[in-house]
């Protein structure tokens, strides 16, 4: 088993919906938790990360953190076409290495 | 643009054989990441330098091998490489040794073992 797992997807939104995408993680020492986007061909770009359990907002864009449940969830309101791309959640214990997920495919029609 | 310079973008190779891929640091960062990404293992992070010296290890095998240069440049040699070898290898940096958290990724480089 992963320590971070992710649903592939794809998951296919029509604009403006609001989008939940979510990862489980199993190292209880995990205290960052970050997002990635990753658009085809291109290198991972950080949207948000947060530290232990919590909710983080920026724009469009919240990170909700339950460490109870080892539970991440990014929320994406108003989603744009321009929001297709995959998306990739990451752990880490305040070390260096980042535990990635698989992603997870999103497409936004317009 | 992350301001994180990966060359060359796009490598072919014969099964095999050596080659280096390149990184340039942002600009004042003393850490860098290598991570490969292929389909079937995700995003797996390889190893850590910072300030020229090796700071953390993942799951790189010992064909491979890493080192940054006093310019803060680093390269990632692969060698005696294998089909499964095929895959993105992506360099990130940040500013300090612990910056995982806001490591910043380059474009990353396609390499295709033949």
């Known amino acids: 088993q992963k320590e971070v797992e992710q649903d592939p997807g794809p998951l296919s939104v029509p604009e403006g919906a609001i989008v939940s995408l979510n990862c489980t993680y199993s190292n209880s020492a995990f205290q960052y938790f970050m997002w990635y986007r990753q658009y085809s061909r291109k290198g991972p770009e950080l949207l948000m990360y947060t530290y232990s359990s919590g909710n983080k907002e920026d724009g469009r864009f919240t990170a909700q953190v339950d460490k109870s449940s080892k539970y991440i969830s990014l929320f994406i309101r108003d989603s744009q076409p321009s929001d297709s791309a995959t998306y990739l959640c990451?752990?880490?214990?305040?070390?260096?290495?980042?535990?990635f997920g698989g992603g997870t495919r999103l497409m936004v029609k317009p | 643009d992350s301001g994180v310079t990966q060359t060359p973008k796009h490598l072919i190779t014969a099964t095999g054989q050596r080659v280096t891929l390149r990184c340039s640091p942002r600009?004042?960062?003393?850490?860098v990441y290598w991570y490969q990404q292929s389909l079937d293992q995700g995003l797996q992070f390889l190893i850590q330098y910072y300030n020229g010296e090796e700071r953390a290890k993942g799951n790189i095998l010992e064909r491979f091998s890493a080192q940054q240069f006093p310019d803060l440049h680093s390269e990632l040699n692969l060698s005696s490489l294998e089909l499964g070898d095929s895959a993105l290898y992506f360099c990130a940096s940040s500013a300090s040794s612990d910056g995982g958290t806001e490591a910043f990724f380059g474009q990353g480089t396609r390499l295709t073992v033949v």
């Open positions: 600009s004042g960062d003393l850490s």
């Open positions: 990451a752990a880490n214990n305040a070390g260096n290495m980042l535990t």
